[in-house]
């Protein structure tokens, strides 16, 4: 089954570092871009940043420009989204979307909560 | 920054009407336009990409058109699982891709 999955929950407090994954499955992995998408509770859909699986080249919307970081290994067929200092203002659903040509595979997302 | 311009806000349409969402672009943004549908405590699902071409196992109730900076989603008939939100994207100009900030449309 083509799929993408995506790591678990996280609570963090401000100021501590978090990584989250989104696996692909079922089809070869680097030759499709997977984007990250903020959705903030109750709003609509940002995008994050993108990356080339097959040259590990990222791009980032210039929001997001300097606070994350989006890696991938195509040994294990995944993709990465990580913060250094995470802030209260990063609360939010992420999802990772694979792109051919919009993005037409989801992951079915990470929460990730921040509260001291 | 290409912005997406989506109206109305929230829809209103009785079960077996046709409902027509609108989105805006600010530049031109050819046919490089998407639509997704997004239910509640659901990721979003592809409906159309390049405007017009439905995605793998949509209805066909479901239609998109437009291109240059004005496009459109119809629902020919509602149903009642069609209530969700539904957001379009520009992938023409980056970065960053675009999304406009979603319809709601609900059954009347």
């Known amino acids: 089954e083509v799929q993408l999955v995506q790591s678990g929950a996280e609570v963090k407090k401000p100021g501590e570092s978090l990584r989250i994954s989104c696996k692909g499955s079922g089809y070869t992995f680097s030759r499709y871009w997977i984007n990250w998408v903020r959705q903030m509770p109750g709003k609509g859909l940002e995008w994050v940043g993108r990356i080339d699986p097959s040259d590990s080249h990222a791009n980032y919307s210039p929001s997001f420009q300097g606070h994350v970081t989006i890696s991938s290994d195509t040994s294990t067929s995944t993709a990465y989204l990580q913060w250094t200092n995470v802030e209260a203002s990063d609360t939010a659903m992420y999802y990772c979307?694979?792109?051919?040509?919009?993005?037409?595979?989801w992951g079915r997302g990470t929460l990730v909560s921040v509260s001291s | 920054e290409i912005v997406m311009t989506q109206s109305p806000a929230t829809l209103s349409v009785s079960l077996g009407e046709r409902a027509t969402l609108s989105c805006r672009a600010s530049q031109d943004v050819i046919s490089n336009l998407a639509w997704y549908q997004q239910k509640p405590g659901q990721a979003p699902r592809l409906l159309f990409y390049g405007a017009s071409t439905r995605a793998s196992g949509i209805p066909a109730r479901f239609s998109g058109s437009g291109s240059g900076r004005e496009f459109t989603l119809t629902i020919s008939s509602l149903q009642s699982e069609d209530a969700a939100v539904y957001y379009c994207q520009q992938y023409s100009n980056w970065p960053p891709w675009t999304f406009g900030q979603g319809t709601k449309v609900e059954i009347k």
């Open positions: 979307a694979r792109q051919s040509p919009a993005f037409d595979l």
